[in-house]
C-alpha cells in the first residue's frame, strides 16, 4: 500500500485563483481528515469525513474553503478565492474505527504559497 | 474543551544530553494521549500511546493526570531525534471522536 496519497505536493498560485488539493485514503479506511500545518498555529483540524459524509467543518476558516469526499477513495479540499493567507502545508489523514482511529496515517501534504 | 498545550516551539540540546518535550492537555474526562512526531522530508506518524507504556526510539512519556500532563523524554538525545514533535489528545469514550493536537515543538539536536 503507498499510504495516503496527496497531490500536488507543492501548488504555487496567485490571490484570487481557485485552489483544489486532492487526497487518497488508505483503501478500507473510514475516516479522512484534512488538517493545515503554519508556524504560528501548528497542525489544525480541519474537517473530517466518516464513510464519505462530513462529520465536523467547524475547523473550516472561512466559506472560502469546501471540502468533499463523493467516494471512499478520493476527498478534495478547494480554496475559492485564494488568499496569501492561506499559504500553509496541508496534510490529509486516514484512519479506521475497526482498527485504531488514533493512528491516523498522513499523507506528504500539499505546500501552498499564495502571492 | 479539549486543549493539548506544547509551551516550547523550539527546544536546542546537545547530543547525549537528556531531553523533555513538555505537554499538558486539558480534558475532564479520561483521556488518551499520544506523541506524533514528523522527521525531515517524511510523514507524520505516531511515536508512541500512554496506554502502551512502552519505550520507542529510547523515548517514553507517563501521563500524569494530577498535573494534567503528558511530557516526552529520552536520557541521551541523537541528532537523529532532531524534528517537529506534536501531543495529541484523544478525548470521549465514543472511540470515533478525531484527534487534538498542540501545536507542536522542533527538537534540534545539536553535535
Known amino acids: 500500500d503507498a499510504g495516503v496519497i496527496q497531490s500536488p505536493r507543492h501548488e504555487v498560485t496567485e490571490m484570487g485563483q481557485e485552489v483544489t488539493l486532492r487526497c487518497k485514503p488508505i483503501s478500507g479506511h473510514d475516516y479522512l481528515f484534512w488538517y493545515r500545518q503554519t508556524m504560528m498555529r501548528g497542525l489544525e483540524l480541519l474537517i473530517y469525513f466518516n464513510n464519505n459524509v462530513p462529520i465536523d467543518d467547524s475547523g473550516m476558516p472561512e466559506d472560502r474553503f469546501s471540502a468533499k469526499m463523493p467516494n471512499a477513495s478520493f476527498s478534495t479540499l478547494k480554496i475559492q478565492p485564494s488568499e496569501p493567507r492561506d499559504s500553509a502545508v496541508y496534510f490529509c489523514?486516514?484512519?479506521?474505527?475497526?482498527?485504531?482511529?488514533?493512528?491516523?496515517?498522513f499523507g506528504p501534504g500539499t505546500r501552498l504559497t499564495v502571492t | 474543551a479539549q486543549r493539548v498545550t506544547q509551551p516550547e516551539k523550539l527546544l536546542s540540546v546537545f547530543k547525549g544530553a537528556p531531553v523533555e518535550l513538555k505537554c499538558n492537555y486539558s480534558?475532564?474526562?479520561?483521556?488518551?494521549l499520544f506523541w506524533y512526531v514528523q522527521y525531515s522530508r517524511q510523514r507524520l506518524q505516531l511515536l508512541l500511546r500512554h496506554i502502551s507504556r512502552e519505550s520507542i526510539k529510547g523515548f517514553t512519556a507517563d501521563l500524569n493526570k494530577g498535573e494534567t500532563s503528558f511530557h516526552l523524554k529520552k536520557p541521551f538525545a541523537q541528532e537523529e531525534d532532531s524534528a517537529m514533535y506534536y501531543c495529541a489528545l484523544l478525548g470521549g469514550n465514543s472511540g470515533n471522536t478525531p484527534l487534538v493536537f498542540g501545536k507542536g515543538t522542533r527538537l534540534s539536536v545539536i553535535a
Open positions: 489523514a486516514s484512519s479506521s474505527l475497526t482498527s485504531r482511529i488514533y493512528e491516523q496515517y
Open positions: 480534558y475532564s474526562g479520561s483521556p488518551e
